[in-house]
């Protein structure tokens, strides 16, 4: 009976030492930023949302450009990697002039540009430079 306690409690102290090992591993890594995302570019999300189940869009945002506005259904959204440094923007009118038209720009899942109106105002604009 005794041996089986003790091999027991090694078995549980083998466990304890291996989680506190991992837990050591994973917070020494977080601690240098290897889990964190690259300086050179942030995680943007562009969110247009619009009452009538439409929007005419343009977007910029590095190699991603829409020139011509183009109507897409609401809510409509696009996540991309960006660079630093690049100039971003999304701007959105509501066809069918009625409700409610916004613009929402997050930045590594963070909030970072809003705008919102109410008819009979009828266009809205996200814009920023990614830090």
Known sequence: MLT???????????????????GGAIA???????FAPSEGSRL??????ASGGYANITLRAGD?????????????????RIDSGTEVYLTASNPSETGELSCRILLDNGPWKLEKINAPKNGVACAGIVP
Do not use: C
Not at 4 to 22: G, H
Not at 28 to 34: A, C, D, N, Y
């Open 4 to 22: 089986d306690m003790s091999d027991r409690t090694k078995s549980a102290l083998q466990v304890i030492f291996v989680l506190a090992l991992v």
């Open 28 to 34: 020494f890594l977080t601690s240098l930023g290897v």
């Open 44 to 49: 943007v999300f562009f969110e247009v949302k």
């Open 64 to 80: 991603v450009v829409i020139d011509k506005p183009s109507t897409v259904t609401v809510p409509w959204s696009k996540t991309l």
